[in-house]
C-alpha cells in the first residue's frame, strides 16, 4: 500500500526509540485518519499537511529526548564501571587520533591536490652515484639537458643555501634555495609583491636576486613597499 | 520499596496531556480511540496529531501516568495491532491535582471580576 509506504518514510524522522516502540500504531492511527478524511473535499492534501506538521513539531524534542536519555545513560555506566568507561573512552580517543594522524597524511600526500599547476608535468630528477646514494645534477649536466631534451619545458637547477641576512636590525640564519630563473616558471607562481626571477638573472654577471618568504618578509621588513624593494 | 511520587512534580501539565489524561479516565482506550474523544469532546477545538499522542503517550508511560492494558475487548471488534492504555492512580492524582490547579486559577480571577456572573464575555 503506498500510503504505508508514506507513513513508514515520514515516520522516519522520529527517533529510532519512539519508532520501535510507537511506529506500528503511529502508522495504524495515520492509516485511520487518512481513512476518515481523504475522501472529504481537499481531505487528502490537507490529511498530509497536518501529519507532516504535526512529526515536524515533535521530531526535535523527541531527538533532544533521547539524547538526554543517552547522556544519562552513559553517565550511570560511567558511575558502575569507571574502568570499563575510562578504557572506553582511551581506546576511541586514541582511535580518533590515529584515524586523524593517518588522513592527514594520506590527505597531504596522496590526496589533496599540489598547489601549483599541471603538478602532474613537475618530476624531480637525481643522479645516482657509484655507491648508490642520490646526489644532484651537476651545473653541466644541467645544461646538457637543456640543450638535449627539448621535450622538458624548463629545466630548474636548485640546491640549499645557509644564508646570513643582515641589514637592518639583527643578523639572521636563514635556510635558502638557490634556483635557476625559470623555477617560478615551472610552479606557475608569481611573487605577492614586486618580480620574480628573470633569465637575466642566471647570467654569471648579474646581482644576485632573492625573494624573500611572507614571513621572513613579514618579520625583517616594516613596510610592503621596502620589502618590495629588497631584491 | 519504591518511592511515592507527588503528581505536583508533574504539574503543570500541557493542555493536551490533560486531555489524553481526562480521555483515559471512563476506560482504556487506543490511541485512535484518543485522538476521537479529544476531538469529540472538545468539539474539534483541540485536534491531537499522531506525531503529538504519542510523544505524549510515551511521556505518561515513562512517568507511570499510563499503562498499557492487557484485557482488549472482543477480538471480533478489534484490531489485535492495536495497544490500549489506561489510567494508573499516580496518573488519575495527576490529572485531579491539574485539574485543582486550573480550577484555583479560576477561582482567582472571579475574586478579581475578571470572569463570572454579570460579566460580559468577550470574543
Request: aromatic share 10%.
Given at each position: 500500500m503506498?500510503?504505508?509506504r508514506r507513513f513508514r518514510w515520514l515516520l522516519r524522522i522520529l527517533p529510532a526509540d519512539t519508532r520501535e516502540a510507537h511506529g506500528h500504531e503511529l502508522e495504524q492511527v495515520l492509516r485511520d485518519s487518512y481513512a476518515e478524511r481523504h475522501q472529504a473535499r481537499h481531505g487528502a492534501i490537507r490529511f498530509w499537511l497536518a501529519v507532516v506538521f504535526d512529526i515536524l513539531r515533535v521530531a526535535p524534542r523527541q531527538h533532544a529526548e533521547a539524547a538526554v536519555q543517552d547522556v544519562r545513560y552513559a553517565a550511570r555506566s560511567f558511575r558502575r564501571t569507571p574502568g570499563f568507561t575510562l578504557a572506553a573512552i582511551l581506546t576511541i580517543a586514541l582511535g580518533t587520533g590515529a584515524v586523524t594522524a593517518i588522513f592527514a597524511v594520506v590527505n597531504a600526500v596522496l590526496l589533496r591536490p599540489l598547489p601549483y599547476d599541471e603538478p602532474?608535468?613537475?618530476t624531480l630528477v637525481w643522479a645516482r652515484h657509484p655507491d648508490g646514494n642520490r646526489v644532484w645534477l651537476a651545473p653541466a649536466e644541467l645544461e646538457d639537458a637543456r640543450a638535449n631534451v627539448p621535450s622538458l619545458e624548463h629545466i630548474v637547477g636548485l640546491t640549499d643555501l645557509e644564508l646570513a641576512l643582515t641589514g637592518s636590525g639583527a643578523p639572521e640564519q636563514l635556510h635558502a634555495v638557490a634556483a635557476s630563473a625559470s623555477l617560478l616558471d615551472v610552479f606557475g607562481i608569481r611573487p605577492l609583491r614586486g618580480?620574480?626571477?628573470t633569465s637575466g638573472d642566471d647570467l654569471d654577471s648579474a646581482t644576485r636576486v632573492a625573494i624573500l618568504s611572507d614571513s621572513t618578509s613579514g618579520r625583517r621588513c616594516s613596510s610592503p613597499s621596502r620589502r618590495m624593494a629588497r631584491h | 520499596m519504591a518511592r511515592r511520587r507527588d503528581p505536583a512534580e508533574l504539574l503543570p501539565l500541557t493542555p493536551q496531556m490533560l486531555h489524553v489524561l481526562l480521555a483515559l479516565s471512563d476506560g482504556d482506550k487506543h490511541g485512535y480511540a484518543i485522538i476521537k474523544e479529544v476531538s469529540r469532546r472538545t468539539a474539534g477545538q483541540v485536534t491531537l496529531g499522531a506525531g503529538t499522542l504519542y510523544a505524549l503517550i510515551k511521556r505518561s508511560l515513562g512517568e507511570g501516568m499510563i499503562v498499557e492494558s492487557a484485557e482488549?475487548?472482543?477480538?471480533?471488534?478489534?484490531?489485535?495491532?492495536?495497544?490500549?492504555?489506561?489510567?494508573?492512580?499516580f496518573g488519575r492524582n495527576v490529572a485531579v491535582a491539574e485539574v485543582n490547579r486550573l480550577e484555583s486559577i479560576v477561582e482567582q480571577a472571579r475574586a478579581k471580576r475578571l470572569v463570572?456572573?454579570?460579566?460580559?464575555r468577550r470574543a
Open positions: 503506498r500510503g504505508s602532474e608535468r613537475v618580480r620574480g626571477f | 482488549r475487548p472482543d477480538p471480533a471488534l478489534d484490531d489485535e495491532r492495536r495497544r490500549y492504555y489506561r489510567l494508573t492512580a463570572g456572573p454579570g460579566r460580559a
